[in-house]
T-cell receptor, first 117, second 112 residues
Framework: GAVVSQHPSWVICKSGTSVKIECRSL??????MFWYRQFPKQSLMLMAT?????????EQGVEKDKFLINHASLTLSTLTVTSAHPEDSSFYIC?????????????FGAGTRLSVL | LAKTTQPISMDSYEGQEVNITCSHN???????ITWYQQFPSQGPRFIIQ???TKVTNEVASLFIPADRKSSTLSLPRVSLSDTAVYYC?????????????FGTGTQLKVEL
């Protein structure tokens, strides 16, 4: 299957700092990528849809100024958590849709564990 | 998007066949059923996808009855490494790039 790389896998930061997470589709072009958040023992919650060359679409309740998304190329989307606070600590996962695949499968990155001190 | 309902947890032993059933009563004509597997602290991994009847790949089978209101993921001869959360999702395939809505999933625990 297609490969989605997510970096970093784990990050610790001080409260008030910003953290950038990268999501890359390694062997296919992804016009659409998605960002999820997952708390321990809970399901994935969609945060936003990232479209190449246009503004991201955020789900209700997700602060767009807090979670900045940039999708500047067909293989890269970034999520920046601005002025992070302890409550932002979570597991962030990206996915990319392989538009060439007839099955419309989304492939997921390995996730980023964010710990805000 | 059709809502899905699946058991919260299941227990099994190595070598057994495991069947996880998912209910999706409001599935639409353009919707497909997709299953993902997730290990702790990892992103979900695509397992199988189907529209109707039976689909089989190298890791699982997916059974979908004619009314498509439910589906069953079948894992043959599970091992300890199959312990994971399994998510059933209904995905609209028209247009592509559609967002996924994850339910609670089924925590499968495989023991010796």
């Amino acid at each position: 299957g297609a490969v989605v790389s997510q970096h970093p896998s784990w990050v610790i930061c001080k409260s008030g700092t910003s953290v950038k997470i990268e999501c890359r589709s390694l062997d296919f072009q992804a016009t659409t990528m998605f960002w999820y958040r997952q708390f321990p023992k809970q399901s994935l919650m969609l945060m936003a849809t990232s479209n190449e060359g246009s503004k991201a679409t955020y789900e209700q309740g997700v602060e767009k100024d807090k979670f900045l998304i940039n999708h500047a190329s067909l293989t890269l989307s970034t999520l920046t958590v601005t002025s992070a606070h302890p409550e932002d600590s979570s597991f962030y996962i990206c996915s990319a849709w392989d538009r060439v695949s007839p099955k419309n499968i989304q492939y997921f990155g390995a996730g980023t564990r964010l710990s805000v001190l | 998007l059709a809502k899905t309902t699946q058991p919260i947890s299941m227990d099994s032993y190595e070598g057994q066949e495991v069947n996880i059933t998912c209910s999706h009563n409001n599935i639409a004509t353009n919707d497909y059923i997709t299953w993902y597997q997730q290990f702790p602290s990892q992103g979900p991994r695509f397992i199988i996808q189907g529209y109707k009847t039976k689909v089989t790949n190298e890791v699982a089978s997916l059974f979908i009855p004619a009314d498509r209101k439910s589906s069953t993921l079948s894992l043959p001869r599970v091992s300890l490494s199959d312990t994971a959360v399994y998510y059933c999702l209904v995905v609209e395939l028209t247009g592509g790039g559609n967002k996924l809505t994850f339910g609670t999933g089924t925590q499968l625990k495989v023991e010796l």
